[in-house]
């Protein structure tokens, strides 16, 4: 059964660096591929970043100098950072499994809200 | 590639055939998927390749499109279709629409 966990502070200060961790069950890093997708409140989806089973990534544009994505294939994690956090960060990150660019498999995702 | 979803907001009734409509801004070429996201949890894949049925749905559910124009389809509106569904195209970047809400009249 393929499962992923997102885990991670609910609150984070501005201008600090946001840390999330997916743990992922039922399938391998090394086969497919780990997005990253946020959810501002009440608003649509946004595509944040990837990892990819062979291990390189990609990050949407706006984000990327900002953004880093790794993994621990040992502990099926996938890890999450984010720097120099503002308010517009506010949001629910999900993490998903991508076959093909498809997102198949989501999980339940870790509310972040950023204020001092 | 930027999405258009329409409508932003859809009323129907129980047992309705129900149209929703995505429009890229270049050529999708049939890399489009549909999402379903009920209040409070997340997503969930419904179609993929613009008419790809993904196992486990049920099949009041059919997409259909080409180009730039593509469409979800639910035959037979059930109460728990209540949602927001969005599109998602991976052919250029990857990009969603901004959703459109469909609640029951």
């Known amino acids: 059964q393929v499962q992923l966990k997102e885990s991670g502070p609910g609150l984070v200060q501005p201008s600090q660096t946001l840390s999330l961790t997916c743990t992922v069950s039922?399938?391998?890093?090394?086969?497919?591929?780990v997005h990253w997708v946020r959810q501002p409140p009440g608003k649509g989806l946004e595509w944040v970043g990837a990892i990819w089973s062979g291990g390189s990534t990609d990050y949407n544009s706006a984000l990327k100098s900002r953004l880093s994505i790794s993994r621990d294939t040992s502990k099926s994690q996938v890890f999450l950072k984010m720097n120099s956090l503002q308010t517009e960060d506010t949001a629910i990150y999900f993490c998903t499994r991508s076959y093909y660019y498809v997102m198949d498999a989501w999980g339940q995702g870790a509310s972040v809200t950023v204020s001092s | 590639i930027q999405l258009t979803q329409s409508p932003s907001l859809l009323s129907a009734s129980v047992g309705d055939r129900v149209t929703l409509s995505c429009k890229g801004s270049?050529?999708?070429?049939?890399?489009l998927a549909w999402y379903q996201q009920k209040l409070g949890e997340a997503p969930k894949l419904l179609i993929y390749n613009t008419n790809s049925l993904q196992t486990g749905i049920p099949s009041r559910f059919s997409g259909s499109g080409s180009g730039t124009d593509y469409t979800l389809t639910i035959s037979s509106l059930q109460p728990e279709d209540v949602a927001t569904y969005f599109c998602?195209?991976?052919?250029?970047?990857?990009?969603f629409g901004s959703g459109t809400k469909l609640e029951i009249k």
């Open positions: 270049q050529n999708i070429n049939n890399y």
């Open positions: 998602y195209q991976y052919n250029n970047g990857l990009t």
């Open positions: 039922g399938f391998s890093l090394t086969s497919n591929s």
